[in-house]
C-alpha cells in the first residue's frame, strides 16, 4: 500500500516570494501523483498531476512539480506566490487503481 | 455541468442518531469515492465504488455504510452516529485512475 508524507505541516511566505511545499511517498509500484489546492471553505480541486511522460509539470497558475522516482519525491514549487495562493495543499498518490493516498496537507499563508 | 453535488453542506447530530449524505454526479463518471477530512490527517478514504453496484471498503469503514444503485447517485449512511465522526465529508468522482472530482464538502457535528 502506498503512503504519503509532507514534511511541513505551516509555511508562512512574503507575497512575491518563492515557495516550495515538500512531499515524499512509498509505493513498490509505480504511480500516479497529484497535488491538490483546497482554498479556505471549499473543497478539493486538482492543482496538477503526473501520469507518466516529462518528470516537470505545470499548472496554469504558475505552479509547477517534479517527479524524482529515485528519491520518492513529488515536490511543489512557485518562484513568485500572490496574496490569493493562501491555502491548504494535499499531495495524493494512486498505485492507478482509482484509490488517492493523501498526505495530511501544508498550510501556506501568504503575507504581504 | 453541475459537477460532484454534496447535500446537506451541515449538519449537527446527537450520538446514536442516523442520517445519510448525499452525493451526485453529473459526469456519468463510474469511480466514486467518500473521504472523510479531519485535522493534521488529510484526507482518508472511507468506501468508494468502481459502478453501479459495485461498492468496496476503504481505509477508515467503520461505522458508514454505502450503496450504488446508479452511476450518479453515492450515498454515504451513518447507521448511530458518534463523536468521533465529527469531521467534514466529500464525495468525489473519476474517470480515470487518480484524477478525482470532488464536492463543496458536508460539515458534520456530533454532539
Known amino acids: 500500500a502506498q503512503s504519503v508524507t509532507q514534511l511541513d505541516s505551516q509555511v508562512p511566505v512574503f507575497e512575491e516570494a518563492p515557495v516550495e511545499l515538500r512531499c515524499n511517498y512509498s509505493s513498490s509500484v509505480s504511480v500516479y501523483l497529484f497535488w491538490y489546492v483546497q482554498y479556505p471553505n471549499q473543497g478539493l480541486q486538482l492543482l496538477l498531476k503526473y501520469l507518466s511522460g516529462s518528470t516537470l509539470v505545470e499548472s496554469i497558475n504558475g505552479f509547477e512539480a517534479e517527479f524524482n522516482k529515485s528519491q520518492t519525491s513529488f515536490h511543489l514549487r512557485k518562484p513568485s506566490v500572490h496574496i490569493s495562493d493562501t491555502a491548504e495543499y494535499f499531495c495524493a498518490v494512486s498505485e492507478n487503481d482509482y484509490k488517492l493516498s493523501f498526505g495530511a496537507g501544508t498550510t501556506v499563508t501568504v503575507r504581504a | 455541468n453541475a459537477g460532484v453535488t454534496q447535500t446537506p453542506k451541515f449538519q449537527v447530530l446527537k450520538t446514536g442518531q442516523s442520517m445519510t449524505l448525499q452525493c451526485a454526479q453529473d459526469m456519468n463518471h463510474e469511480y466514486m469515492s467518500w473521504y472523510r477530512q479531519d485535522p493534521g490527517m488529510g484526507l482518508r478514504l472511507i468506501h468508494y465504488s468502481v459502478g453501479a453496484g459495485i461498492t468496496d471498503q476503504g481505509e477508515v469503514p467503520n461505522g458508514y455504510n454505502v450503496s450504488r444503485s446508479t452511476t450518479e447517485d453515492f450515498p454515504l449512511r451513518l447507521l448511530s452516529a458518534a463523536p468521533s465522526q465529527t469531521s467534514v465529508y466529500f464525495c468525489?468522482?473519476?474517470?480515470?485512475?487518480?484524477?478525482?472530482?470532488f464536492g463543496p464538502g458536508t460539515r458534520l457535528t456530533v454532539l
Open positions: 468525489a468522482s473519476s474517470v480515470t485512475a487518480g484524477e478525482q472530482f
